[in-house]
């Protein structure tokens, strides 16, 4: 069985697409479109690196937030026995 692979250009194949540009924008284009593939790749890095920084961001503030929450608790939890041990010495 056969399996289809996308863009998976060899050498003969590379050619081809590439003649095939040079003819369809000429050579004075090229230039013009590869600047254009830059920026939009770049733009496209900025974005992904700012969505990254801002997920990770949003995980450390969580996992702070549920840090404080279980150190509370955990205070909450110790000073109980304690309440009711001062409690039960208060009615004896």
Do not use: C, H, Y
Request: hydrophobic share 40%; glycine share 8%; net charge negative.
């Amino acid at each position: 069985m056969e399996t289809i692979l996308l863009f998976n250009f060899l050498g003969p194949e590379m050619l081809v697409v590439f003649f095939a540009i040079l003819l369809l924008f000429g050579g004075k284009k090229i230039p013009e479109l590869m600047r254009g593939l830059g920026r939009g790749i770049r733009e496209f890095n900025a974005a992904r690196s700012s969505l990254e920084s801002e997920l990770k961001e949003g995980m450390r503030e969580n996992e702070m937030q549920r840090r404080q929450l279980q150190d509370r608790q955990m205070q909450e939890r110790q000073a109980q026995p304690q309440q009711q041990s001062a409690q039960n010495d208060d009615q004896a």
